[in-house]
């Protein structure tokens, strides 16, 4: 198996902010590497760190300690013109868009290119391409206020591909749209990733959008990496306080289970077309009440929790449990009050 060849390497990496009422550690001892080609998820509560993370990489803010390599270069070593040739090969998209609303979508792609020097008649061709490719090529003479949210950050991803990054950094790019339309915006970066082989960086608070697309993702809580792993594996068995916070959220927490024994099973990549739940009901001929289900189908894999009560007959309970373990499904009991 081919080796996987680094594209970001974050050594022992902080940055502390000093303003009037004192210092602020946004980020302390950030250890993490990012392989050629991935996407990959960045996701944490507000305020924990990952936008100052994600703009720490393009050295739009410059860390206070430890070292940032981006393919083979160390970013802090960079002459200021050769940080801007570096910048170059990544790419950015926003929250907000960030489009130049006196512009039509076509001019939006052009603008990073005119910054490069590149010829008129060379940058609109090449916008044009780009326009297509995000599926866009009728709205080329559009401005920003005619396109819906959308089409506003499908501009913003041409645009940032104007340049040919190898890296494609998207900082809460889902954030401001509705779930339909995050779900188009996120099948169109796969596609790119597959097409192209750019890495994508993917900035988020929300893990919905981390199991839609990434690879591999790190927590981060409080300034520091709580935790990376493959996405199925986070999500299946998270190993940090947080990391459960994120994938068993409090607000679905279970509060009366009656007294009855309950029973969490745990999905964690078995075929999405296996009746788990109503072949065990079949087999030890009882039933259960489910009390809290979160699955996903990804790719035709199941992953996600459901919560069961299990029945008051202390034997049928247990031969539910034997079956369960007996069939290879990850389960565990749960305490009243847990999800």
Same mark, same amino acid.
């Given at each position: 198996?081919?080796?996987?060849?680094?594209?970001?390497? !974050?050594?022992?990496?902080?940055? @502390?902010?000093?303003?009037?009422?004192?210092?602020?550690?946004?980020?302390?001892?950030?250890? !993490?590497?990012?392989? *050629?080609? *991935?996407?990959?998820?960045?996701?944490?509560?507000?305020?924990?760190?990952?936008?100052?993370?994600? =703009?720490?990489?393009?050295?739009?803010?410059?860390? @206070?300690?430890?070292?940032?390599?981006?393919?083979?270069?160390? /970013?802090?070593?960079?002459?200021?013109?050769?940080?801007?040739?570096? =910048?170059?090969?990544?790419?950015?998209?926003? &929250? &907000?868009?960030?489009?130049? /609303?006196?512009?039509?979508?076509?001019?939006?792609?052009?603008?990073?290119?005119?910054?490069?020097?590149?010829? +008129?008649?060379? #940058?609109?061709?090449?916008?044009?391409?780009?326009?297509?490719?995000?599926?866009?090529?009728?709205?080329? $003479?559009?401005?920003?206020?005619?396109?819906?949210?959308?089409?506003?950050?499908?501009?913003?991803?041409?645009?940032?591909?104007?340049?040919?990054?190898?890296?494609?950094?998207?900082?809460?790019?889902?954030?401001?749209?509705?779930?339909?339309?995050?779900?188009?915006?996120?099948? !169109?970066?796969?596609?790119?990733?597959?097409?192209?082989?750019?890495?994508?960086?993917?900035?988020?608070?929300? /893990?919905?959008?981390?199991?839609?697309?990434? @690879?591999?993702?790190?927590?981060?809580?409080?300034? =520091? %990496?709580?935790?990376?792993?493959? @996405?199925?594996?986070?999500?299946?068995?998270?190993?940090?306080?947080?990391? =459960?916070? !994120?994938?068993?959220?409090?607000?679905?927490?279970?509060?009366?289970?009656?007294?009855?024994?309950?029973?969490?099973?745990?999905?964690?990549?078995?075929?999405?077309?296996?009746?788990?739940?109503?072949? /065990?009901?079949?087999?030890?001929?009882?039933?259960?009440?489910?009390?809290?289900?979160?699955?996903?189908?990804?790719?035709?894999?199941?992953?996600?929790?459901? %919560?069961? &009560?299990?029945? *008051? $007959?202390?034997?049928?309970?247990?031969?539910?449990?034997?079956?369960?373990?007996?069939?290879?499904? +990850?389960? *565990?009991?749960? #305490?009243?009050?847990?999800?």
């Amino acid at each position: 198996m081919e080796q996987q060849k680094p594209i970001i390497e !974050l050594k022992n990496m902080s940055k @502390t902010f000093y303003g009037k009422n004192g210092e602020v550690h946004a980020l302390d001892g950030i250890d !993490l590497t990012i392989y *050629e080609g *991935e996407i990959f998820g960045i996701i944490g509560m507000s305020g924990a760190g990952k936008s100052t993370l994600v =703009r720490c990489i393009n050295f739009l803010e410059k860390p @206070t300690g430890g070292e940032v390599v981006v393919a083979g270069q160390t /970013m802090g070593s960079l002459s200021e013109k050769q940080l801007n040739e570096a =910048r170059r090969k990544m790419g950015m998209i926003f &929250q &907000q868009f960030n489009l130049l /609303m006196q512009r039509t979508a076509l001019k939006n792609v052009c603008f990073p290119m005119e910054i490069a020097g590149v010829p +008129k008649a060379q #940058a609109e061709s090449r916008a044009k391409e780009l326009l297509e490719l995000v599926g866009l090529s009728e709205r080329a $003479d559009a401005y920003p206020a005619q396109l819906s949210g959308g089409q506003k950050q499908r501009v913003a991803i041409a645009r940032a591909l104007a340049t040919n990054p190898q890296v494609l950094l998207c900082d809460e790019a889902t954030s401001a749209l509705d779930p339909d339309t995050t779900r188009g915006v996120l099948a !169109l970066l796969k596609e790119i990733n597959k097409k192209l082989g750019i890495t994508i960086v993917i900035i988020t608070h929300e /893990m919905s959008v981390i199991e839609e697309i990434c @690879t591999r993702v790190a927590i981060i809580d409080e300034s =520091r %990496i709580a935790e990376v792993g493959l @996405t199925e594996d986070v999500f299946t068995s998270p190993q940090s306080a947080i990391g =459960r916070r !994120l994938v068993y959220p409090e607000d679905h927490t279970v509060q009366h289970f009656g007294g009855s024994r309950c029973c969490r099973i745990v999905f964690d990549g078995r075929s999405s077309f296996e009746p788990v739940i109503a072949n /065990m009901v079949l087999e030890c001929r009882a039933p259960v009440n489910i009390l809290f289900a979160d699955t996903k189908n990804i790719d035709g894999q199941a992953f996600g929790q459901i %919560i069961v &009560q299990l029945p *008051e $007959d202390e034997l049928t309970a247990k031969r539910m449990l034997v079956y369960l373990k007996e069939h290879g499904i +990850k389960a *565990e009991e749960v #305490a009243e009050h847990a999800v």
